[in-house]
């Protein structure tokens, strides 16, 4: 079972940015897709960005345009490019499968205030 690490994340003003990361602790290339999910409280978990093992990106509404999806399978690492951040994008921000294991990490706190 392959365990997941998210980290990358912070406070940010509006408008700001944020890198997220995901490493694997095994290979993720054979992963048909990826994705990073996010939750807001009070809120459902929802996926934003997937990105599949050929390099096919896909977005929520909500953050197209705004996040960068991608994948270093060498590295065993997703990546998810935040720039400009509003507030409704804080979230505890995730990475799974897609569709989602039932293995969850921690996540990582994204948080857009001024």
């Known amino acids: 079972q392959v365990q997941l690490v998210e980290s990358g994340g912070g406070l940010v003003q509006p408008g700001g940015s944020l890198r997220l990361s995901c490493v694997a602790s095994?290979?993720?290339?054979?992963?048909?897709?990826m994705g990073w999910y996010r939750q807001a409280p009070g809120k459902q978990r929802d996926v934003v960005a997937v990105?599949?093992?050929?390099?096919?990106?896909n977005y929520a509404d909500s953050v197209k345009g705004r996040f960068t999806i991608s994948r270093d399978n060498a590295k065993n690492t997703v990546y998810l490019q935040m720039n400009s951040l509003k507030p409704e994008d804080t979230a505890v921000y995730y990475c799974n499968k897609v569709p989602p294991s039932r293995d969850w990490g921690q996540g990582t706190q994204v948080t857009v205030s001024s």
């Open positions: 095994g290979s993720i290339s054979s992963i048909n897709a």
């Open positions: 990105i599949t093992k050929g390099g096919s990106t």
